[in-house]
């Protein structure tokens, strides 16, 4: 198509020695310190990155930089620009430096008064705008989607809207890793040491919107941003310059969220809150930036395909959603009496469940083509000759906003006793999100939490330990039903702390140890905001505390998660079983209660009491708290 021929032609030509005239816009930008503007470093993507001084870019490769020096050195590459835009015209088209660099160009022209710089010949950029025909911008937040390790968190892109409509014929602006076809361990451990590069691309944003909302049943809120068109030219002409510019590709930081937020930044240079880099960036963030920065006019929520199906079937009758899924499945003709019998609207309502319903399990591939086609055209003959014309309702918009849910990063301190001995609890928690945080704006029974820390104090001993330091902890808790079947599961993996035989006498005493735990099983929608689950787990544990250096096992876990509305309190009834069978042979035990409540939107109260029991020992706990979030 026209856009991807002209993203393809950009040209990256040397300039020529620029002439005399360059040396008085050069004294000037030093005079006003061009170098250490915000809108410069943007620009060029610069940050001062960790255990390294100075200023560094993003961006990889020379194609992004004019002077030599230009990654690390801010006042160099302005300098060098300058130049290079002072530079005669050659006779190629595409070839001036201000070609590859209009960005640049449009905003030291302006902060220099800069009228007499050469006009080259542009017809690569010119056809790249007019291809867009941008009117403005919005910006995209795909909820997160467990099943994929890249999509954990979410994800942001950017559409730009045209003239032809602010909705699907739009272009998706997107930044993502070339991962090849990497997947599960190689993935991660190249996606969190940096082993990928990542580009900017540009596609038709209703690709976007099948990839997300049809086949990986995820909600899109779509975020209307209040550019100016001098801003929103900037943007366009920043996004020409990053057009096959590769940068490193990292899991948490230099992700699809910030490189989004550091193109905003080209437009909007105040939304660049701190220079240092996080060794975390959420998506959800992004958008959180956008909010706080009033540059969001208007808010969209289009649900996926798997939202507007499990709406529809809400609204039949038991028995009108026993035929729809007959129908699906190929046990009912679309035209059985049964269905014949149902009054038109009911009777279009429920062919239209089913039809969606073999749809959702041919893209889930629960169903081949070959077995589902004529049953399709079937169904679509049947509805096609009730009276009834129309679509079904719209869901209902979530009441909470993805940018409306409780900040990520979270510390808690609290107080409790193990046993008849008190302690105190510090802990903290990057990102992201656990099972027990207010829910509003969070993908409903989805857990992710990364480096989860506690440290420990009992005063009676001045005793103080590591209670626990878990990298990852991740629970998908999606209901199973009659039409969606979804098994959850659970991974978490770290340091843990746990009974063990004391190593000096008899008794018991806590050892820690490095847990791996996994789990499979059900969740099941009980109603009013409750979830049941039910999970068969196997855990291995290591470490020289334990009587034989290590513990393997197997058992369950199963509880219900219920909270009241609005979400002021929730709580988590539990119970779990392990019997270790090798190493250390035990059988642990647990249950108890676990409960928040919301006191403001950064500050909630935490009450937890649990029974234990491992090595013939057992012994309650309870613990009081805060959790604050920021």
């Given at each position: 198509?026209?856009?991807?021929?002209?993203?393809?032609?950009?040209?990256?030509?040397?300039?020529?020695?620029?002439?005399?005239?360059?040396a008085a816009a050069i004294a000037q930008a030093r005079a006003r310190h061009l170098a250490d503007t915000l809108m410069w470093r943007a620009l060029v993507h610069y940050r001062r990155m960790p255990f390294r001084s100075g200023w560094t870019s993003q961006a990889d490769g020379a194609a992004f930089f004019v002077a030599p020096e230009g990654k690390r050195s801010p006042e160099s590459e302005l300098e060098a620009t300058?130049?290079?835009?002072?530079?005669?015209?050659?006779?190629?088209?595409?070839?001036?430096?201000?070609?590859?660099?209009?960005?640049?160009?449009?905003?030291?022209?302006?902060?220099?008064?800069?009228?007499?710089?050469?006009?080259?010949?542009?017809?690569?950029?010119?056809?790249?705008?007019?291809?867009?025909?941008?009117?403005?911008?919005?910006?995209?937040?795909?909820?997160?989607?467990?099943?994929?390790?890249?999509?954990?968190?979410?994800?942001?892109?950017?559409?730009?809207?045209?003239?032809?409509?602010?909705?699907?014929?739009?272009?998706?602006?997107?930044?993502?890793?070339?991962?090849?076809?990497?997947?599960?361990?190689?993935?991660?451990?190249?996606?969190?040491?940096?082993?990928?590069?990542?580009?900017?691309?540009?596609?038709?944003?209703?690709?976007?919107?099948?990839?997300?909302?049809?086949?990986?049943?995820?909600?899109?809120?779509?975020?209307?941003?209040?550019?100016?068109?001098?801003?929103?030219?900037?943007?366009?002409?920043?996004?020409?310059?990053?057009?096959?510019?590769?940068?490193?590709?990292?899991?948490?930081?230099?992700?699809?969220?910030?490189?989004?937020?550091?193109?905003?930044?080209?437009?909007?240079?105040?939304?660049?809150?701190?220079?240092?880099?996080?060794?975390?960036?959420?998506?959800?963030?992004?958008?959180?930036?956008?909010?706080?920065?009033?540059?969001?006019?208007?808010?969209?929520?289009?649900?996926?395909?798997?939202?507007?199906?499990?709406?529809?079937?809400?609204?039949?009758?038991?028995?009108?959603?026993?035929?729809?899924?007959?129908?699906?499945?190929?046990?009912?003709?679309?035209?059985?009496?049964?269905?014949?019998?149902?009054?038109?609207?009911?009777?279009?309502?429920?062919?239209?469940?089913?039809?969606?319903?073999?749809?959702?399990?041919?893209?889930?591939?629960?169903?081949?083509?070959?077995?589902?086609?004529?049953?399709?055209?079937?169904?679509?003959?049947?509805?096609?000759?009730v009276g009834v014309r129309g679509a079904a309702p719209e869901p209902p918009r979530p009441a909470w906003r993805p940018d409306e849910g409780h900040d990520t990063m979270r510390a808690a301190f609290s107080a409790g006793a193990l046993g008849d001995e008190p302690y105190l609890e510090l802990r903290f928690r990057p990102a992201f999100h656990d099972q027990l945080d207010p829910q509003g704006g969070y993908v409903r029974?989805?857990?992710?939490?990364?480096?989860?820390?506690?440290?420990?104090?009992?005063?009676?001993?001045?005793?103080?330990?590591?209670?626990?330091?878990?990298?990852?902890?991740?629970?998908?808790?999606?209901?199973?039903?009659?039409?969606?079947?979804?098994?959850?599961?659970?991974?978490?993996?770290?340091?843990?702390?746990?009974?063990?035989?004391?190593?000096?006498?008899?008794?018991?005493?806590?050892?820690?140890?490095?847990?791996?735990?996994?789990?499979?099983?059900?969740?099941?929608?009980?109603?009013?905001?409750?979830?049941?689950?039910?999970?068969?787990?196997?855990?291995?544990?290591?470490?020289?505390?334990?009587?034989?250096?290590?513990?393997?096992?197997?058992?369950?876990?199963?509880?219900?998660?219920?909270?009241?509305?609005?979400?002021?309190?929730?709580?988590?009834?539990?119970?779990?079983?392990?019997?270790?069978?090798?190493?250390?042979?035990?059988?642990?035990?647990?249950?108890?209660?676990?409960?928040?409540?919301?006191?403001?939107?950064?500050?909630?109260?935490?009450?937890?009491?649990?029974?234990?029991?491992?090595?013939?020992?057992?012994?309650?706990?309870?613990?009081?708290?805060?959790?604050?979030?920021?």
């Amino acid at each position: 198509m026209a856009v991807a021929a002209a993203l393809c032609a950009a040209a990256t030509a040397n300039a020529e020695p620029a002439p005399q005239g360059h040396a008085a816009a050069i004294a000037q930008a030093r005079a006003r310190h061009l170098a250490d503007t915000l809108m410069w470093r943007a620009l060029v993507h610069y940050r001062r990155m960790p255990f390294r001084s100075g200023w560094t870019s993003q961006a990889d490769g020379a194609a992004f930089f004019v002077a030599p020096e230009g990654k690390r050195s801010p006042e160099s590459e302005l300098e060098a620009t300058l130049a290079a835009l002072f530079a005669e015209s050659p006779a190629a088209p595409d070839a001036h430096p201000s070609c590859r660099y209009p960005a640049r160009r449009t905003w030291l022209a302006s902060e220099l008064g800069l009228a007499a710089l050469p006009e080259p010949p542009c017809p690569a950029y010119e056809q790249f705008r007019a291809a867009l025909d941008p009117v403005g911008a919005t910006l995209v937040f795909a909820e997160a989607f467990l099943n994929n390790p890249a999509s954990m968190f979410g994800h942001t892109l950017l559409r730009i809207d045209t003239k032809r409509g602010r909705d699907l014929l739009g272009f998706a602006v997107n930044f993502s890793g070339a991962t090849g076809n990497d997947s599960g361990i190689v993935y991660a451990a190249r996606g969190l040491t940096g082993g990928y590069q990542g580009f900017f691309s540009v596609d038709p944003y209703y690709e976007k919107v099948k990839s997300y909302g049809d086949w990986e049943n995820r909600d899109i809120w779509e975020y209307q941003l209040a550019l100016s068109p001098e801003e929103l030219d900037l943007l366009l002409a920043h996004l020409w310059e990053l057009q096959g510019i590769a940068f490193d590709y990292y899991y948490f930081d230099e992700n699809c969220s910030q490189q989004l937020l550091a193109l905003l930044e080209a437009a909007r240079p105040a939304l660049r809150e701190r220079e240092f880099l996080p060794p975390w960036v959420i998506p959800a963030d992004t958008v959180r930036a956008a909010v706080r920065h009033d540059l969001v006019t208007d808010v969209r929520y289009r649900p996926s395909a798997a939202t507007r199906l499990r709406d529809a079937a809400s609204r039949l009758s038991r028995d009108e959603r026993g035929l729809a899924l007959g129908i699906a499945s190929g046990d009912v003709a679309p035209d059985a009496p049964a269905v014949q019998a149902l009054p038109p609207a009911e009777r279009a309502a429920t062919l239209d469940v089913a039809y969606d319903v073999l749809r959702y399990r041919y893209l889930a591939h629960d169903v081949a083509r070959e077995g589902s086609a004529g049953r399709a055209r079937a169904i679509l003959l049947a509805r096609s000759e009730v009276g009834v014309r129309g679509a079904a309702p719209e869901p209902p918009r979530p009441a909470w906003r993805p940018d409306e849910g409780h900040d990520t990063m979270r510390a808690a301190f609290s107080a409790g006793a193990l046993g008849d001995e008190p302690y105190l609890e510090l802990r903290f928690r990057p990102a992201f999100h656990d099972q027990l945080d207010p829910q509003g704006g969070y993908v409903r029974g989805a857990e992710i939490q990364f480096f989860d820390t506690a440290l420990r104090v009992y005063p009676t001993t001045g005793r103080a330990r590591v209670q626990e330091f878990v990298p990852l902890d991740l629970v998908s808790l999606t209901p199973w039903d009659s039409i969606f079947r979804p098994l959850s599961f659970r991974v978490d993996t770290g340091l843990r702390t746990r009974v063990a035989p004391a190593r000096h006498g008899d008794g018991v005493e806590q050892a820690s140890v490095f847990r791996n735990r996994g789990g499979l099983g059900l969740s099941l929608d009980l109603g009013d905001g409750a979830l049941l689950y039910a999970l068969a787990e196997a855990t291995g544990e290591i470490g020289a505390e334990l009587d034989h250096d290590a513990a393997l096992g197997a058992g369950g876990s199963a509880g219900i998660l219920a909270s009241t509305p609005g979400d002021l309190w929730r709580g988590e009834l539990f119970a779990r079983a392990t019997r270790y069978a090798l190493g250390d042979v035990t059988t642990a035990l647990s249950a108890g209660l676990a409960q928040r409540v919301t006191l403001t939107h950064h500050l909630a109260l935490e009450l937890r009491s649990s029974y234990e029991r491992d090595f013939g020992r057992g012994w309650v706990e309870g613990v009081a708290g805060l959790r604050g979030y920021f």
